[in-house]
């Protein structure tokens, strides 16, 4: 099992960066494959990034490529979330999952992700 701990969120005005933080408790961090997920009120849960176990495989919602960008540090049992160039749209409910994967790609979809942080409010003013 893992435990999972997002930090990082805030206000912020348009155009302007956070970066977010999920830390992981456990040994294990570099065996599972992790994503950002984000809820906006009253609305659904949906994918924003992904990360395969080592790293080396990224992948992005449309809406949020190429403004931000998903890293790891498995030596700190860290991922990341550079937000960039954010839009009052960004504003949500950002959480961090995990799922055992070695290997292959980190998937898009939520339900495959057991494991799941708290939350960090992000809020992006026009």
């Known amino acids: 099992q893992v435990q999972l701990g997002e930090s990082g969120g805030g206000l912020v005005q348009a155009g302007g960066s956070l970066r977010l933080s999920c830390a992981a408790s456990?040994?294990?961090?570099?065996?599972?494959?992790m994503g950002w997920f984000r809820q906006a009120p009253v609305r659904e849960r949906v994918f924003v990034a992904a990360i395969s176990a080592s790293g080396g495989a990224t992948t992005y919602a449309d809406s949020v490529k190429g403004r931000f960008t998903i890293s790891r540090d498995n030596a700190k049992n860290t991922m990341y979330l550079q937000l960039n160039s954010l839009k009052p749209e960004d504003t949500a409910v950002y959480y961090c999952?995990?799922?055992?994967?070695?290997?292959?790609?980190?998937?898009?979809?939520?339900?495959?992700?057991?494991?799941w942080g708290q939350g960090t409010q992000v809020t992006v003013s026009s």
């Open positions: 999952a995990a799922r055992l994967l070695r290997f292959g790609l980190a998937s898009t979809n939520q339900y495959d992700y057991p494991y």
């Open positions: 456990g040994r294990t961090f570099s065996a599972y494959a």
